[in-house]
């Protein structure tokens, strides 16, 4: 019944993977130390499943179980806590465009010079978002500069079209 455990185990520690090669801090007295290689945490929780697929008494199926699910909940917190300091430790774009507080309630012509500043700063910031996603380490990061392109084009698209709408609307003028 638990032969194959230990290989399930192993499958759901894959999210674990874009991290394997980082050192991260654990808390509790869950693993051997409790600083090391995330892959060095994976191979105890592996340990522990492998102990647990063999225990045929309740009570030391029970200790194992307990302290497998405490393992991975305690791996989980400190590669989150490390992906939250890399994105706070994380270059932020800053453009050389300043911009009003309210474009929207600018008369339209001078709105139409911010929405063009926008749409150039935008472009930088793209152009900066594909060099960071080709420069990136992992595919954790490489994911995050992606998302981050996306929204982007995303505000893109609409500033282009606000700008198409406003010189539409000033042609008729």
């Known amino acids: ?22 050192e991260v801090i654990v808390k509790g007295n869950l693993f051997s130390q409790n600083q090391k290689k995330v892959s060095d945490f994976i191979q105890e929780i592996i340990h522990t499943a492998q102990l647990l697929s063999q225990q045929t008494t309740e009570d030391y199926a029970d200790f194992y179980a307990t302290k497998l699910l405490r393992q991975f909940d305690a791996l989980n917190h400190a590669v989150f806590m490390l992906e939250k300091a890399d994105l706070s430790a994380r270059e932020v774009f800053t453009t050389s465009f300043s911009f009003p507080k309210n474009i929207h309630a ?12 926008a749409l150039r700063a935008l472009n930088e910031k793209i152009s900066w978002l594909l060099e960071k996603s080709y420069t990136a380490t992992n595919d954790a990061e490489k994911n995050t500069w992606q998302l981050q392109i996306e929204e982007t084009e995303y ?19």
């Not at 194959?4 to 394997?20: A, C, E």
């Not at 600018?106 to 500043?117: F, G, I, S, T, V």
Request: charged share 35%.
């Open 1 to 22: 019944m638990f032969s194959d455990f230990p290989q399930v185990i192993q499958q759901k520690l894959t999210v674990f993977s874009p991290f394997l090669e980082q």
């Open 155 to 173: 505000r893109k698209m609409k500033c282009q079209k606000a700008i198409e709408e406003l010189e539409e609307k000033l042609s008729k003028i």
């Open 106 to 117: 600018l008369p339209p012509a001078r709105r139409l010079n911010e929405y063009r500043k």
